[in-house]
């Protein structure tokens, strides 16, 4: 066991997430420093941790399909460069999405040019707004990546900046309903259009148009998924920080961020492996937060620190719960026509009715499903898999929230067996046979992302990206607390790139106002 207590670090990052690793990976390999990285979780990894279950059965959690990771682009450079070249992609084969609704399926292929043509072809009696479209969401995600990018920029330049881009936050800040009804008439195509809600967590009445656009945009040229499995991301990126004399320790729950005079200094730090060790504690120049804003403003930096947003932040909507259920196939899900595409499987055209339906049990199905097939992206799969997403209610499972995982009693695993069978009801329905397939299922609740995530009320994409959370102060990597800094998809909005670049930000920032773009220089010239 090491003896962490008596070794010197450069900086603490709280949490391995994808976002936490980034950062930590660039301060150690860029910037030659010693970071300590602290996971509650037994794994690391965060969203990006993978399970196995019967010594066959595989399954990445927050892993399914990543966009924009063409040979070149950025996203790939900043792996590229925070794996040492290691990690390797494979891109998903066409089509790479199915939306699937009761009286049609619409498929998706890579390229912008042609799901442009695809929407025309089926519903060309729209086509001047579909083109309208293809603009306004380039134009829209353009102001999402340049809001969530202000903070590199020095503050004076901040008005010239709002300036350029904030034209496009007119389209961008209205909710996605309202940029539909405003532009769309049919109802068919105005369902099409947003059936990947699924990928930012809001249904259409609830997201910003900017989010919305951020996610299309993203997935235009297809979906790429980790040689390996999601679990390659952590277990590559881990050695970067190694190389540099940093350490990456499991089953360490920071429990409070130090702040002596208004300057972070350290953190207390309980060992979840040894229920009777004392807090340990470790002080570092640098503090860097993955835990989440809410985590780290309300639970890690102590109460009597005054924070100007305290009520602001405990007040702001929740995030987005679901439900997983993971199965474990006995025959290859090919027998049914599965290639390994997503299947966006809706019953109705109405998504925003989706959300505030009544929970799922044995009398009420869900209404929406996202079925997705593992072993499909992983060449090396000993078993096949599926798995199964669909909306969740964190209140529902409220009152087992206090007990312990695998301890929640007869009522709530009766509760998930009505749960799985519902949800394997829904695939049923669509493509019948499919239950036949089944040797072993799993399911996972909001307690059980609360459990394992940490994150605030098992949410799975950090603070909602509703309009107003464009307005917030406290999602920024820079903190009121003198060297104290947040990273992760709370500071970039939107799945694994976003929560990566989040860590690009905030290693940047570190360093100073042009910290970012030297990265950036950096990297995308290696
Ligand atoms: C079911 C699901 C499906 C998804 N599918 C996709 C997808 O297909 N594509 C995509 O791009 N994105 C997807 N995502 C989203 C993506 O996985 C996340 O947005 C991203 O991984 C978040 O990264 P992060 O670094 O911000 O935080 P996280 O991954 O949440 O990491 C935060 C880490 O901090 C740790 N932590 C929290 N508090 C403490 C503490 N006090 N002490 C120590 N450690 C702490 C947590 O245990 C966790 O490991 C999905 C997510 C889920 C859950």
Known sequence: ???????????????????????????????????????????????????????????????????????????????????????????????????????????????????????????????????????????????????????????????????????????????????????????????????????????????????????????????????????????????????????????????????????????????????????????????????????????????????????????FQKGTNVLTLYLGLKDNPQKLGFKGENHWIHNTYYHNAIVDAEPIDAEHLPQFGYLSFPSFKNPDAKGHTAEIIVAGNYDFFSQWQDKKWKHRGDDYKQLKAEITDSIVTLVENYYPGFRDLIEYTELATPLTFEHFGASDRGAIYGIPCTPKRFDIPWANARTPIKNLYLTGVDTFPNGIMGAMMGGVKTAGLIDGHFGFLTLMAVMMHK
């Not at 001047?128 to 330049?157: C, H, N, T, V």
Request: contains cysteine.
């Open 1 to 315: 066991m090491v003896n962490m207590g008596r070794q010197k670090f450069d900086a603490i990052v709280i949490g391995s997430g994808i976002g936490g690793l980034t950062c930590a990976a660039l301060l150690s390999k860029f910037h030659r420093k010693r970071v300590l990285v602290l996971e509650q979780h037994f794994t690391v990894g965060g969203f990006t941790h993978g399970f196995d279950r019967k010594g066959k059965f595989h399954w990445d959690v927050g892993v399914h399909y990543i966009g924009e990771m063409e040979e070149g682009g950025t996203g790939r450079d900043v792996f590229n460069y925070i794996t040492n070249g290691q990690l390797k992609w494979q891109k998903m084969a066409d089509p790479f999405e199915k939306f699937v609704y009761p009286d049609f399926t619409f498929d998706v292929y890579s390229g912008a040019k042609r799901f442009e043509g695809d929407l025309i072809q089926k519903f060309p009696h729209e086509r001047k707004a579909i083109k309208k479209y293809f603009k306004d969401i380039r134009k829209a995600a353009f102001w999402f990546i340049g809001d969530s990018m202000l903070e590199i920029f020095p503050f004076f330049l901040h008005p010239l900046l709002r300036k350029i881009y904030g034209h496009f936050g007119k389209i961008g800040r209205q909710t996605t309903q309202r940029y539909l009804d405003k532009n769309f008439r049919d109802v068919q195509l105005k369902a099409v259009l947003v059936s990947q809600w699924g990928d930012y967590g809001l249904p259409p009445c609830q997201s910003s148009f900017g989010t919305h656009s951020s996610i299309i945009t993203h997935f235009l040229e297809g979906g790429w998924h980790p040689v390996g499995g999601g679990k390659q991301i952590p277990d590559l990126i881990v050695p970067t920080i190694e190389q540099s004399g940093g350490i990456v320790i499991t089953q360490r729950k920071v429990a409070e961020i130090i702040i002596e005079n208004g300057v972070a200094v350290g953190v207390k730090v309980q060992n979840l492996g040894d229920p009777d060790a004392e807090l340990e504690i470790y002080h570092a120049p640098v503090i860097v937060s993955n835990a989440g804003a809410f985590n780290t403003y309300i639970k890690l930096v102590p109460p009597e620190f005054p924070l100007p947003f305290r009520d602001e932040i405990k007040e």
